[in-house]
């Protein structure tokens, strides 16, 4: 089993920055990839970004592709995500999420069926 706890979500005026932090516990992460995705009020959850444990590799979705960074600290099984110049549209609940068997180190899945473990989700609110 696989506990995830977002933190650092919150009020922000747009072209701002947040840094959104996943801290894992309950089993290694060799082979897994863990990913971030949003869900607007009355929206489906989106994929924002993954990253392969292993291998650091990212594959981002176009919306956020050249502002947001993921990371991870292996040491602390830690996974970031580094929002820079938020939009009104960034606004949403942000959850973290484990793929337990991504098809490949270099191949990340953005499909939340995909995933077999998610926080609880951390709130941003992106100020016009």
């Known amino acids: 089993q696989v506990q995830l706890v977002e933190s650092g979500g919150g009020l922000v005026q747009a072209g701002g920055s947040l840094r959104l932090s996943c801290a894992a516990s309950?089993?290694?992460?060799?082979?897994?990839?863990m990913g971030w995705f949003r869900q607007a009020p009355g929206k489906e959850r989106e994929f924002v970004g993954a990253?392969?444990?292993?291998?650091?590799?990212?594959s981002y979705a176009d919306s956020v592709k050249g502002r947001f960074t993921i990371s991870r600290d292996n040491a602390k099984n830690i996974l970031y995500l580094q929002m820079n110049s938020l939009k009104p549209e960034d606004t949403a609940v942000y959850y973290c999420?484990?793929?337990?068997?991504?098809?490949?180190?270099?191949?990340?899945?953005?499909?939340?069926?995909?995933?077999?473990?998610w926080g609880q989700g951390t709130q941003v609110t992106v100020s016009s």
């Open positions: 999420a484990v793929d337990r068997d991504p098809p490949t180190p270099y191949s990340l899945r953005n499909v939340r069926g995909s995933y077999d473990y």
């Open positions: 309950g089993r290694t992460f060799g082979g897994v990839a």
């Open positions: 990253i392969s444990w292993s291998t650091g590799w990212t």
